[in-house]
């Protein structure tokens, strides 16, 4: 089954303790982003990545890191959360979106609170 | 804003009824994706509509681009509790190289 896995689900932390949150898919695909959802705010991108080794910055990366050594996996690092961070993350992939836009596969999401 | 702005923020109706949920946006676009979230839980893709495209349908649903009035649509026909869901727009533009802007969405209530 074609999908996008996201581990934790859930995740409660406190201020300034690292955290990683996973993401893989299993579509081959080249793109790959990471969201956050915030009420009133909508989705915000906050890093993507075109393909292997190839990472740029969303409109809201300050605080996150991510890397993609694989083409499957992309995971998202927060190395000293704090409390603003607490939101719900999405990743999702796609074909490389190019120009023209591909639609996107999401994941389930991770409720992450820092307190 | 570049994102799309989603009109209405809220709309609830009877189960049978039409649904029509708007986005308006202000530069130019690639292509334009509605996609649907329940409560807490992943976007799922409904349907794409590119540039130069005015109208698509995907089972009950129909979307329409008007791209002089840099408007969309996205009607759901004969509407089923079951399509209770927040449904949000997002825009590919023509310089971001394929990254979506989403809209802040329309909370969809679809009383049986």
């Known amino acids: 089954e074609a999908q996008v896995t996201q581990n934790p689900r859930y995740l409660i932390t406190v201020t300034g303790k690292k955290l990683t949150v996973t993401c893989s898919q299993n579509?081959?695909?080249?793109?790959m982003s990471w969201y956050r959802q915030d009420p009133g705010l909508g989705l915000r991108q906050i890093y993507y990545?075109?393909?292997?080794?190839?990472?740029d910055k969303g409109d809201v990366p300050e605080g996150y890191k991510v890397s993609r050594k694989e083409k499957r996996n992309f995971p998202l690092i927060l190395e000293s959360p704090s409390p603003n961070q607490t939101s719900l993350y999405f990743c999702?992939?796609?074909?490389?979106?190019?120009?023209?836009?591909?639609?996107?596969?999401f994941g389930p999401g991770t409720r992450l609170t820092v307190t | 804003s570049q994102q799309g702005e989603e009109d209405p923020q809220a709309l609830s109706i009877q189960e049978g009824e039409n649904a029509t949920m708007n986005c308006s946006y202000k530069?130019?676009?690639?292509?334009l994706q509605w996609y649907r979230q329940n409560s807490g839980r992943g976007l799922v893709h409904l349907i794409l509509?590119?540039?130069?495209?005015r109208e698509k349908h995907s089972g009950r649903l129909r979307v329409t681009l008007d791209t002089s009035k840099k408007s969309s649509s996205l009607l759901i026909t004969a509407s089923r509790a079951a399509d209770t869901a927040s449904y949000f727009c997002?825009?590919?533009?023509?310089?971001?190289?394929?990254?979506?802007?989403f809209g802040q969405g329309t909370e969809l209530s679809v009383k049986p």
């Open positions: 579509m081959n695909h080249e793109y």
């Open positions: 999702a992939s796609s074909t490389y979106a190019g120009t023209s836009g591909y639609e996107q596969y």
């Open positions: 997002a825009l590919t533009q023509s310089n971001q190289g394929g990254k979506l802007i």
């Open positions: 509509i590119r540039s130069n495209e």
């Open positions: 530069t130019s676009i690639n292509n």
């Open positions: 990545s075109m393909n292997v080794e190839v990472t």
